[in-house]
Structures are given as C-alpha cells and as structure tokens.
C-alpha cells in the first residue's frame, strides 16, 4: 500500500520545533539586549573637555541646580551652562588651574565649550523639562543623586517602559515644591510617599498621558 503522505513529511515534526527554538532564542535574545545597559545607556560615562564634579559644586558647596540649570524652568530643553556662567566664579577660583584650559580657551576665543551631551531622549520623542519640574518631579528621579556625582553618567534607562511608569502611577514620584531641587530629600515611608503624591496630584490636577501620541509626535 502506497504512503499516504510523502516521505518529507517525515522531517516535517523536527523542522517546526527547530522553527519553534530558533524563534524563541530570537525573541528572548532581543528582549534580553532591551534590558540591558548597553541599550538603555544606563551607566554612560563620557570624557568631558573639561572636569566637572557635582559632588563638589552642589554636595560640598550647596550650588542650586537652576545657577548652571537656568531654563529648567521654563523651557522644553535644559540647558548646559556656558562659559559665562563658569567664568562667573573660576574667574577668580582656581582661574590657573590645568583642568579648567578648555573654558578658559573658550573664554578667550568665545568658542563654545564642546560638552558631550549624556542625556538625550531620541529625535521621535518629544520631552518638555519644564512641565516635569513645575509638576513635582525632582531632577532626582531622572538624573539619579547626580549631586554626588564626581563625573557625570546616565543613571536611569530613559526608555519608553521606564517612562510609562511615572506616567501611570506619577503619585509614587510627584514631591513637595520646596524639594524638587534637594535630591537628597526623601519621604519618610512608602506610605507616605503614596499619601502625599495622591494629594499633589489631585491638588495639581495630574494627569499624564499614557497614548503613543503624548509623546511620538
């Protein structure tokens, strides 16, 4: 009697669960890279032209983050300080100093310093600063305790999940007004944290969107 199916059929088993792995080691594998710190750039640390240490100018000295900082206020993008800015004191503190060549090179030419951008949400993404901060997010949450920070580095993933979690739950985040720029302030307890968010995001009437369109725009 002659075979029903024909003789490939025989392989055809092995050849789907072979399918099968191969998908499954693919899936796994991307979703393994998502999460790691070389996709979300958590721990980018890059060489700056010139040394700057927060953990002395805010930590030991008590620098406001809005001296350097000044449009975190009020513009979509914060801004990196400029060389008047530094000038402002290193004019007068350490102005021989060896670390300090590129501001004063740009000081003298009136060249801008070529700072190496850390945080940068991607060209699609559309990021206001100044609605966080004036809503009670403190720069901790996305920057980390970068107070402390000898050299600065990227902290958080900064990535789309990582976002959604404020979005959608923004009272495990949202802190008193006086506290936005001391990172070093913390609530006292979760539950307090949840009692207090609740509250400000009543009072302040927050409510982030969590649409693709709230931020691919």
Request: hydrophobic share 40%; glycine share 6%.
């Amino acid at each position: 009697m002659a075979n029903f199916f024909p003789s490939w059929t025989n392989w055809l088993p092995l050849k789907l669960l072979v399918i099968v792995l191969v998908l499954g080691a693919v899936v796994t594998g991307g979703i393994w890279y998502y999460f790691t710190p070389k996709y979300t750039n958590v721990g980018y640390m890059p060489e700056q032209p010139a040394p700057f240490s927060h953990a002395i100018h805010v930590e030991q000295l008590g620098m406001d983050c809005r001296y350097c900082h000044t449009h975190v206020e009020v513009a979509a993008h914060s801004n990196v300080p400029d060389t008047q800015t530094c000038m402002a004191c290193h004019s007068q503190i350490k102005a021989q100093s060896p670390k300090l060549a590129a501001v004063k090179a740009s000081w003298e030419t009136g060249t801008p310093v070529e700072w190496v951008r850390i945080h940068k949400a991607p060209d699609y993404v559309y990021f206001n600063h100044a609605v966080h901060v004036n809503r009670g997010i403190s720069c901790y949450s996305c920057h980390g305790q970068i107070n402390e920070m000898p050299v600065v580095y990227q902290a958080e993933p900064l990535s789309m999940a990582w976002c959604l979690e404020c979005h959608r739950e923004p009272e495990k985040f949202l802190r008193p007004p006086a506290e936005i720029y001391n990172l070093n302030w913390r609530p006292a307890s979760a539950q307090e944290q949840l009692a207090m968010g609740a509250q400000y995001k009543k009072e302040w009437n927050v409510n982030p969107p969590v649409g693709c369109g709230a931020c691919h725009r």
